[in-house]
């Protein structure tokens, strides 16, 4: 076990502040006296605390207004650089995916349906789902008319899945194979992976 004296544990929390955009006297201040951004900040910084390799961020900026969410997620990228780390980035708003992704899988209900780079899930998605979700962006320009994909029906209780496959309740390329088989995660082309037996 290692031991770290106190002024080596200070100086570190004074370089980790630092790098997340707080000043070194944070430390001193309790956690009501933190807007939610800061918050945030403090929580990649613990994260940090521990050298990692690999950080699993579950919906980090859902609770923060657009600007600060835009703040935190340029953060996290120039800190990913800096020190080469791997995010699994977990979140539905499909623009801050977008955003911060360069690999995306979609699931439903717990299951994989998608895997993909993001340039190709976005310009050509394979699954029905992923088509749903993506046809649900908003777009900024009012003149382009873009056809929304609704789907019918509500989800399924995750604790009790349909047969086959999960979404095929919802699924507007829903056939007979689909409520009697799973479908197999299969790598449709090179680097992308899809749960559909419309190609399998």
């Known amino acids: 076990m290692v031991c770290i ?16 955009g707080l000043p070194q006297d944070a430390s001193r201040k309790f956690p009501h006296e933190f807007s939610g951004g800061q ?21 980090p ?6 600007s600060v969410q835009s703040q ?10 800096e020190f080469e780390l791997t995010y699994l980035f977990i979140a539905h708003d499909l623009s801050v995916v977008k955003h911060i992704s360069d690999r995306i899988g979609v699931m439903y209900l717990g299951k994989m ?7 190709e899930l976005y310009d050509d998605p394979l699954h029905p789902y992923t088509k749903a979700l ?28 349909p047969s086959g496959c999960v979404f095929r309740t919802r699924c507007p390329d829903v056939h ?10 299969i790598e449709k082309e090179k680097n992308r992976f899809v749960a559909c037996h419309l190609y399998d």
């Open 134 to 161: 993506l046809s649900s962006i908003p777009t900024p320009n009012p003149r382009i008319q873009k056809e929304q994909i609704i789907l019918k029906g509500d989800i399924p209780n995750p604790s009790n899945p």
């Open 72 to 81: 935190v997620l340029n953060l996290m990228t120039d800190l990913q650089e």
């Open 61 to 66: 900026v859902s609770a923060l207004d657009v």
């Open 5 to 20: 004296q106190k002024k080596e544990r200070q100086e570190h929390v004074k370089f980790l502040l630092e790098k997340v």
């Open 39 to 59: 918050r945030q900040r403090i929580g990649i910084a613990r994260a940090l605390a521990i050298n990692p390799q690999f950080i699993i961020a579950d919906e």
């Open 113 to 119: 349906m998608e895997l993909s780079p993001k340039k």
């Open 176 to 185: 007979e194979r689909c409520s009697v088989e799973i479908p197999s995660f």
